[in-house]
């Protein structure tokens, strides 16, 4: 049992990889409240989690990650709730293309638009709960002894590295989850507020319904992936990582070279003018 109980938030945290790390956390004594749209499970899991674990305090709120609304509403409950504290964010919910290809159809007498459900939940869902995250952690005070204001693990996935042709808007959506953590984690450390995520191979989950396919492929234990994220959580200097859960290991991927001196010091110029713009552009707003 920790000693020093943590406000954490997990979204998706009724099943799957939410379920296992709400279980992680609440085995550890801390405060977690549970976000998913699935209120008759999501509110059974919450209360069996706090018999479990009774030095844990575990709550459910139903929400809609794809919910800008529903997301702050809920954020600011918590917060409130946990005594103006927000220490852990799992930005987890994610759902799959339920095995059909809508973004192309080449047999269609006439297009039509493709299913987004999979990236409003697995990508702007994401950039809510980030947003939100950083938001509350940022209020925490800040001086010399404090080495972290908090911390967001986004759930992403291995085809957010490699392409997975059969569920293309799935793995872009993770593909941008990879992007968004690896492009925050600079101006968050600022704040000394961390950002990694999770890119786990297969796990056996509710993400597929058929759990008789699992059969057929090679699965990676649910223990590796919370091995994943108590190493993303040890070091408060770790941020920006994206950490792979394959089989037993848990392999942290550096983002690719660049291909040339040229493109390095582009990018470090985008940045560097970007910084210069939006501090033009907050001073021009704060003139009266």
């Known amino acids: 049992m920790t000693s020093n109980p943590k406000s954490i938030i997990v979204t998706g945290g009724a099943s799957g990889i939410g379920l296992a790390t709400s279980r992680h ?13 699935n209120a ?64 192309v159809d080449l047999e269609e007498e006439e297009p039509s638009p493709p299913r987004l459900r999979t990236l409003e939940i697995n990508l702007i869902g994401v950039i809510y709960s980030v947003k939100l995250a950083a938001h509350y952690m940022n209020k925490k005070p800040l001086d010399d002894t404090v080495t972290s204001r908090g911390s967001v693990i986004c759930t992403a996935s291995n085809v957010g590295l490699y392409p997975l042709p059969s569920s293309p808007l799935y793995s872009a959506t993770k593909f941008g989850v990879v992007g968004l ?8 450390s600022k704040a000394k507020i961390q950002i990694n995520a999770l890119a786990p191979s ?25 091995r994943g994220v108590s190493q993303l959580l040890g070091d408060a200097a770790t941020t920006g990582q994206i950490a792979e859960i394959h089989g037993e290991n848990v392999t942290i991927r550096p983002h690719h070279d660049f291909v040339d001196e040229t493109v390095e010091t582009t990018i470090t110029q985008l940045g560097a003018v970007s910084e210069e713009y939006r501090a033009l552009r907050r001073a021009q707003e704060t003139k009266p």
């Not at 956390?25 to 998913?36: C, M, P, V």
């Not at 509710?206 to 234990?221: A, F, G, Q, V």
């Open 25 to 37: 956390f609440a085995s550890q004594g801390h405060r977690i409240a549970i976000l998913d749209i």
């Open 40 to 103: 008759d499970v999501g509110l059974r899991v919450a209360q069996e989690l706090a018999e479990e674990y009774p030095a844990s305090i575990v709550v459910f709120k139903k929400c809609d990650v794809a919910s800008w609304d529903e997301q702050a509403a809920v954020f600011k409950d918590v917060f409130l709730e946990h005594g103006g504290r927000l220490d852990i964010v799992m930005a987890n919910a994610g759902i799959a293309e339920g095995g059909m290809i809508t973004v």
């Open 181 to 188: 953590v690896r492009s925050l984690a600079n101006i968050l």
């Open 202 to 226: 297969l796990i056996e989950t509710n993400i597929i319904s058929d759990h008789s396919l699992y059969k057929r492929m090679t699965l990676t234990p649910m223990e590796t992936l919370i």
